[in-house]
């Protein structure tokens, strides 16, 4: 799995704007816990929320369903935002270290934005990290639905990795009978296979359910930077707008 550059950076948000239409969009951030045997004196390390045993898949995903970036091994006990956090992915993020472009001006815009992770609401929201607005903002609010419809459509692209992972790789439907030291290998390995399965595969656009032995990560754990909002608000602007706005979108949300 190569290492990230501006470059690969610069030809994922094209992907992201052309066919998700979601510019500035540098990948889809998601964990899943992978269903394991409990490790050798490992005491409740593994046992997660969901009150089985796993390890943790921390992974970013291109417009394409592959594997950018990927972190293996956290244990299951622990909340999204310390899997996050105590990442290299995470740790590189927050120092800016991870080789992201310069902003850059959304179409038809005049300000420049950061360019952007997006998850869902177990992920803090940050000044490279998008999540949707909170279910009490926007019964009422058009406009937020509407952001939260395209990230939600951006974003799914991750939980679809994850599926197509798990169809591919029947190791993944079932409890992994091996050790940590063992795993995070073969887990890495099977992420790998996926991206050059994916290279050869002619199906774009595949969505698949993830609804597995991988299963979601969930944290309430809630981070907010009114810089982050600022940002939020900007996107959910531009969605709205004559030149981010997609024919489909009203209807989508009317069907929610």
């Excluded at 509407?146 to 992972?165: C, K, P, Q």
């Excluded at 290998?185 to 969505?207: F, G, K």
Aim: hydrophobic content about 35%.
């Amino acid at each position: 799995m190569p290492k990230p550059t501006q470059e690969l950076w610069t030809k994922i948000e094209e992907e992201f704007r052309t066919i998700w239409n979601f510019p500035n969009c540098i990948g889809a951030i998601d964990g899943k816990h992978v269903n394991i045997r409990a490790p050798w004196n490992s005491g409740s390390l593994y046992f997660n929320y969901k009150k089985y045993f796993s390890t943790v898949l921390l992974a970013v995903v291109d417009a394409k369903y592959k594997f950018i970036i990927v972190d293996i091994g956290a244990f299951g006990r622990n909340s999204d935002s310390g899997i996050l956090n105590n990442s290299k992915f995470g740790q590189r993020l927050q120092n800016n270290t991870i080789g992201i472009p310069p902003n850059k001006r959304l179409p038809g815009m005049i300000e420049e934005m950061p360019l952007v992770f997006v998850g869902d609401e177990a992920f803090p929201l940050s000044e490279h990290i998008m999540r949707p607005y909170p279910g009490n903002q926007v019964s009422d609010n058009h406009d937020k639905k509407i952001f939260n419809y395209r990230l939600s459509r951006a974003r799914r692209l991750v939980e679809s990795a994850f599926g197509i992972l798990t169809q591919k790789f029947e190791v993944f439907q079932k409890k992994i009978k091996m050790q940590p030291m063992h795993l995070d290998s073969m887990i890495l390995a099977c992420t790998c296979l996926h991206n050059y399965v994916r290279e050869n595969d002619e199906l774009e656009n595949l969505e698949l359910p993830s609804d597995s032995i991988l299963q979601d990560i969930r944290s309430v754990d809630y981070h907010t930077m009114t810089n982050a909002m600022v940002i939020r608000e900007t996107f959910k602007s531009y969605f709205i707008s004559e030149h981010g706005a997609v024919p489909w979108q009203t209807e989508m949300i009317r069907r929610c």
